[in-house]
């Protein structure tokens, strides 16, 4: 009996430690949007997975690299992720808009999403 009661221990705990195992497979996604293009002044904030990682700072009409200054970037597990971007007012209530999606982090590459303000106001 003691010998079962021992084994089923040693197995729940190898169970337990292969499903919170990090593989180290990361990649990064990073953000920009041209919001200098609409006539309020906005905040940016970008979400990944329900957690804020940051505010855009500066407009920018492409991405040409990844973890340009202005952009928020994000290292992140290999796989699946959903984000959404708050399009807020400094001031008042117009300009308001969320944007969700997701996207596909692959290993070692950046992914850039571009948040075309003609295309989402």
Known sequence: M????????????SC???VN???????TVTFGANYDVINCITT?????DGQNIGKLTNATDTITECG??????????VGEHSYKVEIRPALGSGCSKD???T??????ECTKVFINYFKVM
């Open 2 to 13: 003691l010998l079962c009661v021992a084994a089923l221990c040693l197995f729940s705990v």
């Open 44 to 48: 940016v904030t970008i979400f990944i």
């Open 103 to 108: 996207v596909q982090i692959k290993e070692n």
């Open 16 to 18: 337990s430690k292969d």
């Open 99 to 101: 944007i969700t999606g």
């Open 68 to 77: 340009h200054p202005g952009n928020v970037t994000k290292r992140l597990p």
């Open 21 to 27: 195992k990090d593989d180290g497979k990361n990649g």
